[in-house]
């Protein structure tokens, strides 16, 4: 299987009943039932897009009919396929990511594999300097040095968010979860500048002061406002083979995904069930202290 990212735009989704019914029917009860007990609307759209995401990879590319796929969560939280396919399990690793406006999916045969992309935009209270001084403690001095050296504010706070998604891309990668000290992993980002829609693998990681040459960083700028990191490495034993982190000459762009592409290959798992629908309507769409951040 070739490596795959794909984004999908929930921000702008504005589902009919049709279509809202139909996504709720093609995720696995405890799924929905997850879902359903969102306060606000976009954080539902986010976390259906990405199960969508997963069940569409997994139907696509290792061709078991949407219906059978059987997704659980490992201890802690990520998603893993429980299928075994041709009496093994996979020999891929997926990972997904929704925040701000898009959720993000990365897949990879033979290696580890975290995603995360990051919003640009303002601390919900307080100010720039203010926030930088709560998380101080999740950067090291070099990192704190390069955000800061930014020409102004928003530039320092977009600078804060790319090396926020590096890191929490490498940490979904070993799946660690909460407590993991972010200290041990320092960022040397290149370049400073990112064109949109260009892929970047330039930037390295430091692990204890130590350069990790068996991690593959990829950097993107989905628009003027989103950074997606995704974590390649190090090899995973799958059998008797032990394979090394992807060249960076075979990987993808992103491709920006519709509903309609999203289910493509979908196949229901449950009977429609209107009251799916009444209760998105009777959500707020978010926060009404979120607004767009101007630049």
């Known amino acids: 299987m070739d490596g795959v990212r794909w984004a999908f735009s929930y921000s702008t989704w504005a589902p009919c009943r049709e279509a809202w019914l139909l996504a709720m029917r093609l995720i696995q009860p405890e799924e929905k039932e997850r879902i359903e007990q969102f306060v606000f609307g976009r954080d539902a759209k986010a976390a259906l897009a990405g199960r969508l995401l997963i069940r569409k990879l997994i139907a696509e590319k290792l061709k078991i009919p949407w219906n059978e796929i059987r997704l659980q969560r490992t201890s802690k939280g990520k998603p893993v396929l429980a299928n075994n396919v041709n009496g093994s399990h996979s020999p891929f690793s997926f990972n997904v990511s929704h925040q701000g406006d898009y959720a993000v999916l990365a897949a990879e045969p033979d290696c580890q594999v975290g995603i995360d992309v990051m919003k640009t935009a303002l601390p919900g209270s307080g100010s720039i300097p ?9 950067f090291t001095e070099e990192e704190w040095k390069v955000i800061t050296s930014m020409n102004n504010e928003w530039l320092q706070l977009d600078m804060f968010h790319r090396h926020w998604a590096l890191k ?34 330039e930037t390295v990681m430091l692990l204890d002061g130590e350069q990790e040459n068996e991690w593959i960083f990829e950097e993107t700028r989905l628009d003027d406002g989103h950074h997606v990191a995704v974590a390649l490495g190090k090899a ?23 509903f309609d ?17 009444d209760t998105f309507c009777s959500r707020q769409e978010l926060p009404a202290r979120q607004s767009s951040n101007p630049r």
């Open 130 to 138: 203010h926030f930088f001084h709560i998380m101080r403690r999740q």
């Open 236 to 258: 995973r034993d799958f059998g008797n083979k032990r394979a090394e982190a992807p060249s960076y000459a075979t990987r993808p762009a992103f491709t920006k995904l519709t």
């Open 261 to 277: 592409d999203l289910v493509a290959s979908a196949i229901p798992l449950m009977p429609e069930d209107p009251s799916c629908w």
């Open 168 to 201: 929490e891309s490498f940490i979904k990668a070993i799946g660690v979860g909460i407590g993991f000290d972010l200290q041990r992993i320092e960022f040397h980002v290149s370049p400073l500048q990112m064109e949109v829609a260009k892929t970047y693998n």
